[in-house]
């Protein structure tokens, strides 16, 4: 069984930084892509981006150039910098486990809460 746990969350000012971890546990870990998605009140969830087991980065558009993800394989790691916060950020950070080759996740953290306000 997989299991994803975050970690990191809180309040930052507009224009800070935050650093979320997720620690996974369970089968060998670069059998997965991982993704960090992020759901804001009364909107879906959506990708933030993602890292495949080689360690190659995709994000949106909306964060791109602010935010980088990257891994450690040797201890089943991955992590998420956010730099230069917007309050439009504010949402609950989800880690995710997606099988190499597949487009949905299978394995989900449990989710931690970024807001940003001044």
């Known amino acids: 069984q997989v299991q994803l746990v975050e970690s990191g969350g809180g309040l930052v000012q507009p224009g800070g930084s935050l650093r979320l971890s997720c620690a996974y546990s369970g089968t060998v870990f670069t059998l997965y892509a991982m993704g960090w998605y992020r759901q804001a009140p009364g909107k879906q969830r959506e990708l933030v981006g993602d890292?495949?087991?080689?360690?190659?980065?995709n994000y949106a558009d909306s964060v791109r150039g602010r935010f980088t993800i990257s891994r450690d394989n040797a201890k089943n790691t991955v992590a998420l910098q956010m730099n230069s916060l917007k309050p439009e950020d504010t949402a609950v950070y989800y880690c995710?486990?997606?099988?190499?080759?597949?487009?949905?996740?299978?394995?989900w953290g449990q989710g931690t809460q970024v807001t940003v306000s001044s």
């Open positions: 890292i495949t087991r080689g360690g190659s980065a």
């Open positions: 995710a486990a997606r099988r190499t080759g597949t487009s949905s996740p299978v394995y």
